[in-house]
């Protein structure tokens, strides 16, 4: 997608086996060429089919099942880079090649803009954030100083971590790591409280955070100038954001309202989806199409079944899927 790289991999991972699986490391193998030459489009999806899940492009507007039988879950459109899923094991394939992942007990893979770098969290007497390089399957060992919080971390740029924790002085605090110069830094200093919510876009870094009273703030750093502004302190639940020219959209709930798509625009934020779809499943995330309309997942009539749909910015709401039991959003980075 175009701002925020996505989304809901944690609840693929519940759903298709546990995050006691795999981590990189492995030998290089030629792979196919239709595997080689895999487009997919910003809005592209996994929807369940029987006991499987099939690959769905987005393309003017409707969905196209791909021939591709591999469960993509993460694509770079830079690269064509991307991370799969095959006979429950992952997969990253960039440049013609692919490696397979390695690691046991691991979770939260992503891959870096341009889809050089992957990287996850493993178990190891706590979590310990490991990365990798794709273009000569090794690992880069970090210098870092900060103990990260949970799994609050995403890709600041093609060469740099952003990560939420606190450092062995005591700094708390969003830090970034550059591979390049193994270089941390701090970016933004909590003076009190966590955050709950962090993810990067191309020319900002958003962030829940909450303090010690339980207020929550939606904040916002620009890349360039180091600015951070408060977006708004009447929301309770972010579960993802995208910025759409200057408009914010993210799914989750203000104060005194329901689970939903809302709007920020100005210090306001505002809900924008109410009686269709009834419900908007917010732990699927959020994406956008090539015409920066908005796609959610929701249900409507059957809570059993999804369907996708797009919010135009004129306000109009359109069904863009035929129901399924389920729709994944792809990771998708551009």
Not at 125 to 146: Q, R, W, Y
Not at 308 to 327: H, N, R
């Amino acid at each position: 997608m175009s701002i925020f790289k996505n989304k809901s991999l944690k609840f693929l991972a519940l759903i298709v086996f546990p995050l006691f699986v795999l981590g990189c490391s492995g030998n290089k193998s030629n792979i196919s060429n239709k595997a080689e030459e895999i487009k997919l489009n910003s809005g592209a999806v996994l929807k369940s089919e029987d006991s499987s899940y099939g690959l769905y492009n987005y393309k003017d507007g409707k969905y196209e099942k791909e021939q591709m039988n591999d469960m993509v879950v993460t694509y770079d459109k830079e690269s064509s880079s991307y991370i799969y899923m095959q006979d429950e094991k992952h997969y990253i394939v960039h440049n013609g090649y692919k490696m397979e992942v390695k690691d046991k007990n691991y979770s939260n893979i992503k891959m870096s803009p341009n889809g050089e770098y992957v990287s996850y969290f493993i178990e190891d007497d706590g979590l310990k954030l490991k990365v990798f390089t794709n273009i000569n399957d090794k690992e880069i060992h970090l210098k870092s100083n900060v103990s990260i919080s949970g799994t609050l971390y995403d890709w600041y740029d093609k060469n740099t971590l952003v990560y939420y924790g606190i450092s062995n002085e005591g700094v708390n605090g969003i830090f970034t790591y550059n591979l390049e110069t193994n270089k941390e830094e701090l970016l933004y200093k909590i003076q009190e409280g966590f955050l709950s919510f962090i993810k990067a876009s191309k020319d900002n870094v958003i962030f829940l955070q909450i303090d010690l009273e339980n207020k929550k703030s939606l904040m916002i750093i620009n890349k360039v100038s180091k600015e951070v502004t408060l977006l708004n302190d009447n929301i309770e639940i972010v579960s993802d954001v995208v910025i759409q020219n200057e408009d914010i959209y993210f799914t989750g709930r203000i104060n005194g309202d329901k689970e939903s798509l809302y709007k920020i625009k100005g210090d306001k934020a505002k809900r924008v989806i109410f009686d269709f779809p009834n419900v908007v499943k917010i732990d699927k995330g959020l994406c956008t199409d090539e015409k920066n309309n908005i796609l959610f997942i929701g249900s409507n009539e059957s809570l059993n079944n999804e369907s996708i749909y797009s919010f135009s910015e004129d306000g109009t709401i359109e069904l863009v899927s035929k129901p399924a039991k389920e729709y994944i959003f792809l990771d998708y980075i551009s």
